[in-house]
């Protein structure tokens, strides 16, 4: 998959997923409390977009890894 190769590796691209990960799912945990009220809904919620979005992210980065764009040399 040369394609995927870039300046980044993928432990730093599956570290910084993670990370952000955890910020965007508090966000979302107390988003959804405050709106529903219930720490078990909110829970779930935020479980299941930690999950989805941990994957969603790693791609995302490793597709920038490769594109020269806006990169200095």
Not at 22 to 32: E, K, M, Q, R, V
Not at 35 to 64: N, P, Q, V
Not at 68 to 73: I, L, N, T
Request: glycine letters at 10%.
């Amino acid at each position: 998959m040369g394609w995927l190769r870039g300046i980044e590796g993928h432990h730093r691209s599956l570290v910084k997923a993670v990370t952000w990960r955890i910020t965007g799912s508090a966000d979302t945990f107390l988003i959804s409390f405050i709106l529903t009220g219930r720490l078990t809904l909110a829970g779930s919620i935020a479980a299941t977009e930690l999950i989805t979005k941990i994957a969603l992210y790693y791609f995302h980065e490793r597709a920038w890894a490769v594109v020269p764009w806006g990169r200095r040399s």
